[in-house]
């Protein structure tokens, strides 16, 4: 499976009239970074970056003059992503700015089922947040003290990182990388899930000590033919 972590910097927060300016992020194979990368500047024309945008991430008007305009790179950009998945902490804030730039080229929107966003993931994990990436960082141990302000490319892999650990660590990813392999070939029927009606093929082997099953037997007894046991069958 192929995911694409990225970051957009932008001149501000309104994708109606803002622009995107960087745009940076890390590919991965089956949950681990394949080492390609894209990062590009990107001239947002005649718009002017916000004050309060540049105090976050430090682009300029001045550096941004002789970079190429969103048209010129927006190929790039879909070559780079291709099929992948799109994955961005605050998506919908990424998402919004991604499609309005396709849209004044008349080129479709990326729909949300390709999309998956790693702040809504990472409240519903840690529910009393926070959930900042910096908060992620220092959660799952990811040293970014060289973050002093935002960057496309470097809050990817920073993104990346927080990410594999979210899904169980690097270990865990390529268990999951694995399994995805091994249920390719396997014909299992949702119906049988959802329904309840998969069965293991050997029941698992009861827990409980020669004490704790004589306990139970003798409390079933003293409830006798009224207690709620005699319902089931208890021999399966």
Not at 5 to 19: A, K, P, Q, S, Y
Not at 95 to 116: S, T
Not at 177 to 188: D, K, M, P, V
Request: hydrophobic share 40%; aromatic share 6%; net charge negative.
């Amino acid at each position: 499976m192929r995911e694409i972590i990225f970051d957009t910097e932008t001149t501000g927060l309104d994708n109606r009239v803002d622009r995107i300016i960087e745009i940076g992020g890390i590919e991965l194979f089956n949950h681990f970074p394949t080492g390609n990368t894209i990062h590009i500047y990107i001239s947002p024309g005649d718009q002017k970056v916000h004050p309060d945008a540049l105090a976050v991430h430090g682009i300029t008007d001045e550096f941004l003059k002789d970079k190429p305009s969103f048209a010129a790179v927006a190929q790039r950009i879909i070559d780079f992503f291709g099929d992948a998945r799109w994955i961005a902490h605050n998506a919908t804030f990424d998402m919004g700015f991604i499609n309005a730039e396709f849209a004044r080229l008349e080129l479709p929107p990326i729909l949300p089922d390709r999309v998956l966003d790693t702040l809504s993931m990472a409240r519903r994990k840690h529910p009393m947040g926070p959930n900042s990436l910096d908060a992620l960082c220092r959660r799952y141990g990811i040293d970014n003290a060289h973050r002093t302000k935002h960057g496309a490319l470097l809050d990817s892999e920073l993104l990346a990182d927080v990410y594999i650990e979210m899904i169980g660590g690097r270990q865990a990813a390529l268990g999951l990388g694995n399994a995805a392999s091994n249920l390719a070939g396997q014909e299992i029927l949702v119906e049988e899930i959802n329904t309840g009606t998969l069965e293991r093929p050997r029941p698992l082997a009861s827990r409980l000590s020669e004490t704790e099953q004589q306990a139970h037997d003798a409390l079933i007894a003293k409830l006798g033919a009224k207690g709620v046991w005699g319902k089931y069958d208890l021999a399966n």
